[in-house]
């Protein structure tokens, strides 16, 4: 991330709004962050105090209500993700009688004819840097990709497979023309890789915990060169269409400055809501629309501020110490670590 940051602008320490352009090398274009999440805001989740009189107890209804489900991207240049009408945001009624459930699948389509053309119409000469959580559905892969385990041993299933390539460079069909997979042995056979008395995959192999590479069929097949080069799906979409993609650590939804963003619109929300679903639809496309700029680049300054505290070693409390002591420009000096005595006064916190 820090390489990264030196290629993207910044913004000023005095004024939020006025962004610091970097200096780039001849031919090296502007990098801009694009974090994304998703988030849901519930119709009954409002304000838990109220004026009464004293030992009253407010009436609230049971549980949260119906929900919407929000997947949005946003940066610190622009704010949200949009060019004039058109979003990158996409709201939906999550549930099994409704809109159903939010698939890595929609995801990937979001991005492709989404938040990738946005991108591109608002920041024609600049490469997005696509940030997501490290969650496992962010990581799912294509339905025709190259995955040894989807492939059965002879030929036939009804699963369906990309092209492969073979050790000599040339293309290997996975199908037969009548549309029926090869199956893994076939596919060995092919590339002069089958041993007798292979099976299709072993007990280690089954607990991704692989002691050899010869040991199972799925194991030989899953090291070649094209099945190697497999990649999700929403990276394979990013990086087609000539930008980056990073994945947050897990567990450090600090570093995600959108997570305040959705604090600051969920704080809005409350303060608007009436309790109906009817006002939650209208109230959320609006409140994600009311967070400033300036308060978006406050919140991206200080999630900087926390990378540059890991990456000087600072963990835990004495982090995030030094995240709220330091607030000058996006990162923590370096004297926090050179001078011993200023490590031990935070550590002291």
């Given at each position: 991330?820090?390489?990264?940051?030196?290629?993207?602008?910044?913004?000023?320490?005095?004024?939020?709004?006025?962004?610091?352009e970097?200096?780039?090398?001849?031919?090296?274009?502007?990098?801009?962050?694009?974090?994304?999440?998703?988030?849901?805001?519930?119709?009954?989740?409002g304000?838990?105090?109220f004026?009464?009189?004293?030992?009253?107890?407010?009436?609230?209804?049971?549980?949260?209500?119906?929900?919407?489900?929000?997947?949005?991207?946003?940066?610190?240049?622009g704010?949200?993700?949009?060019f004039?009408?058109e979003l990158?945001?996409?709201?939906?009624?999550?549930?099994?009688?409704?809109?159903?459930?939010?698939?890595?699948?929609?995801?990937?389509?979001?991005?492709?004819?989404?938040?990738?053309?946005?991108?591109?119409?608002?920041?024609?000469?600049?490469?997005?840097?696509?940030?997501?959580?490290?969650?496992?559905s962010h990581?799912?892969f294509?339905?025709?990709?190259?995955?040894?385990?989807?492939?059965?041993?002879?030929?036939?299933?009804?699963?369906?497979?990309?092209?492969?390539?073979?050790?000599?460079?040339?293309?290997?069909k996975m199908?037969?023309?009548?549309?029926?997979p090869?199956?893994?042995?076939?596919?060995?056979?092919?590339?002069?890789?089958?041993?007798?008395?292979?099976?299709?995959?072993?007990?280690?192999?089954?607990?991704?915990?692989?002691?050899?590479?010869?040991?199972?069929?799925?194991?030989?097949?899953?090291?070649?060169?094209?099945?190697?080069?497999?990649?999700?799906?929403?990276?394979?979409?990013?990086?087609?269409?000539?930008?980056k993609?990073?994945?947050?650590?897990?567990?450090?939804?600090?570093?995600?400055?959108?997570?305040?963003?959705?604090?600051?619109?969920?704080?809005?929300t409350?303060?608007?809501?009436?309790?109906?679903?009817?006002?939650?639809?209208?109230?959320?496309?609006?409140?994600?629309?009311?967070?400033?700029?300036?308060?978006?680049?406050?919140f991206?300054?200080?999630?900087?501020?926390?990378?540059?505290?890991?990456?000087?070693?600072?963990?835990?409390?004495?982090?995030?110490?030094?995240?709220?002591?330091?607030?000058?420009?996006?990162?923590?000096?370096?004297?926090?670590?050179d001078d011993?005595d200023?490590?031990?006064?935070?550590?002291?916190?």
């Amino acid at each position: 991330m820090l390489q990264l940051e030196k290629l993207m602008a910044k913004p000023n320490d005095d004024d939020v709004m006025v962004m610091i352009e970097p200096d780039l090398p001849p031919g090296t274009k502007k990098h801009i962050l694009v974090t994304h999440d998703e988030c849901c805001f519930y119709a009954n989740d409002g304000k838990k105090t109220f004026w009464g009189p004293k030992g009253h107890q407010r009436l609230l209804k049971k549980g949260t209500g119906l929900s919407l489900h929000v997947s949005d991207f946003i940066t610190d240049v622009g704010g949200r993700l949009k060019f004039g009408d058109e979003l990158a945001c996409e709201i939906i009624k999550p549930g099994t009688n409704r809109d159903g459930w939010w698939k890595c699948e929609d995801l990937a389509k979001q991005v492709e004819f989404k938040a990738i053309p946005i991108f591109n119409k608002l920041y024609p000469d600049a490469v997005g840097v696509f940030a997501f959580d490290n969650a496992k559905s962010h990581g799912a892969f294509a339905k025709n990709a190259l995955i040894a385990e989807r492939m059965n041993m002879n030929p036939g299933g009804k699963s369906e497979f990309r092209d492969g390539v073979m050790p000599d460079g040339s293309i290997q069909k996975m199908h037969y023309e009548d549309g029926r997979p090869k199956g893994i042995k076939i596919v060995l056979e092919e590339r002069g890789l089958w041993q007798e008395g292979l099976f299709r995959i072993c007990a280690q192999c089954k607990e991704h915990q692989p002691t050899r590479d010869n040991c199972c069929a799925v194991r030989i097949l899953s090291l070649q060169d094209d099945f190697k080069a497999t990649k999700p799906v929403i990276q394979e979409i990013v990086e087609r269409h000539g930008h980056k993609i990073i994945f947050y650590p897990k567990f450090h939804c600090e570093l995600n400055f959108i997570e305040r963003y959705w604090g600051a619109a969920k704080r809005w929300t409350r303060e608007n809501c009436d309790y109906t679903f009817k006002g939650l639809e209208r109230t959320v496309p609006e409140a994600l629309d009311r967070i400033p700029l300036d308060q978006i680049r406050r919140f991206s300054r200080k999630s900087w501020r926390f990378i540059s505290a890991y990456s000087h070693g600072l963990t835990g409390l004495t982090a995030n110490y030094a995240v709220k002591k330091y607030k000058s420009h996006r990162r923590i000096p370096d004297s926090v670590v050179d001078d011993p005595d200023v490590l031990e006064k935070l550590h002291q916190q």
